[in-house]
């Protein structure tokens, strides 16, 4: 049986596209960026408010994003948007086994006083 990619994901659940490399996949693949303060931040709790970006934790997709201008079309800003967070974080994850539960735990640990 012949599956295309991408286009089969639909039923499981609402996928996300990835802004670097534009695939569809499950959000739970992807890593949500938001913006704040002319800045893209990773947003690991998933839980800031505005207008979010999808990425793959993965250094490629950022570089293919921001090749591509992804960010400030994403958020609907004029550019260039400051993206050493999100780097930062996905260097830090590439040493970590992506989505494990200590990672979440870590996540849930930071308590954002804002
Ligand atoms: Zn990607």
Redesign the pocket.
Known sequence: MVQRRGSDLTHIGPVRT?I??R?RTLPSELLRVVVVDGAVVPDTRRRLPGRGAW??P?PD?LRNAEKRRAFPRAFRVQGPLDVERVRGHLEQCGQEVMGSPRDQQEARKQVDPS
């Open positions: 990835c670097g490399c695939a990425l793959h993965d997709c």
